[in-house]
């Protein structure tokens, strides 16, 4: 159970493009999603926080227009990175909370990233 | 044995050693503790966590021990195997509740049999 799947798992494309990534809790109702960033050798940077229904919160440092976050449903969020450039490339992964009714020995459960090269 | 690479530590072991990863954790008011596995290509896995009022706890071949006097947490892990082999990360959660992890740099384990 709490499987969390992300699509798509690897996106290449042309500087100036938008990507879309998605994220979906596969058996379980998430309240709150959380989106990373992790870069080749280093360790995982918390972007940004989206709750369901909700504006989501950013951490310092990250352009909220240029990571568009969408909770829209308790199963479904996604992350657009808007007029992607090289150095966007990255290893995004997301991870998922349950409900409060949803019993968890984990505090957040993972996703297996979505691999973004920007040419 | 253990060198640090440009940003990625490395812990080398022979199969069947028992491996011990350290972590250096920030905020003394961190409550919660985690390590998680990274295997390449894919997303963290939840080995075990620990809270601030425990000083050690054993799940299957692995055991976590937290030092709050110095910050410290390990993962000692008996028995390694080659398919160990992957970066374990601590994770502390520095905020109230237990939702918000700050991850920490990450150590890669290397099992040769």
């Known amino acids: 159970g709490a499987v969390v799947s992300q699509h798509p798992s690897w996106v290449i494309c042309k500087s100036g493009t938008s990507v879309k990534i998605e994220c979906r809790s596969l058996?379980?109702?998430?309240?709150?999603m959380f989106w990373y960033r992790q870069f080749p050798k280093q360790s995982l940077m918390l972007m940004a926080t989206?709750?369901?229904?909700?504006?989501?919160?950013?951490e310092q440092g990250v352009e909220k227009d240029k990571f568009l976050i969408n909770h829209a449903s308790l199963t479904l969020s996604t992350l657009t990175v808007t007029s992607a450039h090289p150095e966007d490339s990255s290893f995004y992964i997301c991870?998922?909370?349950?409900?409060?009714?949803?019993?968890?020995?984990?505090?957040?459960?993972f996703g297996d990233g979505t691999r973004l090269s920007i040419l | 044995g253990e060198s640090v690479g440009l940003h990625l530590p490395t812990l080398s072991v022979q199969e069947g050693d028992n491996s011990i990863i350290n972590c250096a954790y920030s905020?003394?008011?961190?409550?919660?503790f985690i390590w998680y596995k990274q295997e390449s290509g894919k997303g963290p896995q939840f080995i075990i966590d620990?809270?601030?009022?425990?000083d050690k706890r054993q799940g299957q071949r692995v055991t976590v021990l937290l030092n709050k006097t110095v910050k410290h947490l390990s993962l000692q892990i008996a028995a390694t195997q080659p398919g160990d082999s992957a970066v374990y990360f601590c994770?502390?959660?520095?905020?109230?509740?237990?939702?918000?992890?700050?991850f920490g740099k990450g150590t890669m384990l290397l099992v040769s049999p």
């Open positions: 620990i809270r601030s009022n425990m």
């Open positions: 058996d379980f109702q998430a309240t709150t």
């Open positions: 905020n003394s008011a961190s409550d919660y």
């Open positions: 994770a502390e959660n520095m905020r109230q509740g237990y939702s918000t992890l700050t």
């Open positions: 991870s998922a909370r349950g409900t409060a009714i949803f019993y968890s020995n984990q505090p957040q459960h």
């Open positions: 989206s709750n369901e229904g909700s504006k989501a919160t950013y």
